[in-house]
């Protein structure tokens, strides 16, 4: 695993290792595109699985930024025009070129464990997860914008104390 401590001080490091280690089924590429003591970005290239690039999905290119706090993001890059059933509007990395589309909604902070990330989860189960929500959105467009192919956790704060 590839601890969010790793990737932060040494993200070359931890770029090479999702690459050359196989860690992320699909993963063509990664780069560190920024780097300092309290954050790392990096731009992924992911490639659509197999039965889905059969269907003519895209490649994907993901920026990951994650920091020293231990928060991820992911924001994808492409057309700008594609419509995402589970994005936040483009407000982290607006300065991207090319533009990032901004950060994809991956889970609720309130979610049950099972449906949400944590740093102790490592690099590679955010990458993966990010991954497995690309496919999810382009198959979600596909569907007439009808049908996401999972269960939809419920999002926003409970109403329960």
């Not at 690459?19 to 920024?34: A, H, M, T, Y």
């Amino acid at each position: 695993m590839i601890s969010i401590t790793e990737a932060l001080r040494h993200p070359e490091r931890a770029a090479s290792r999702l690459v050359d280690e196989k860690l992320v089924f699909g993963l063509r590429d990664v780069k560190v595109v920024g780097a300092d003591p309290q954050a790392a970005v990096f731009e992924l290239v992911l490639d659509p699985w197999a039965p889905m690039a059969a269907e003519g999905y895209p490649r994907e290119v993901l920026v990951v930024l994650i920091n020293r706090s231990g928060d991820a993001y992911a924001m994808p890059r492409g057309d700008v025009g594609r419509h995402w059933k589970h994005r936040f509007p483009d407000v982290v990395l607006r300065e991207c070129t090319p533009p990032c589309l901004g950060q994809l909604c991956l889970y609720y902070p309130d979610d049950p464990r099972e449906f949400r990330w944590e740093g102790s989860d490592g690099l590679e189960a955010f990458v993966t997860m990010a991954h497995r929500h690309l496919m999810a959105e382009e198959y979600w467009r596909r569907s007439g914008e009808r049908c996401w192919p999972a269960p939809d956790a419920p999002h926003g704060r409970s109403s329960k104390p």
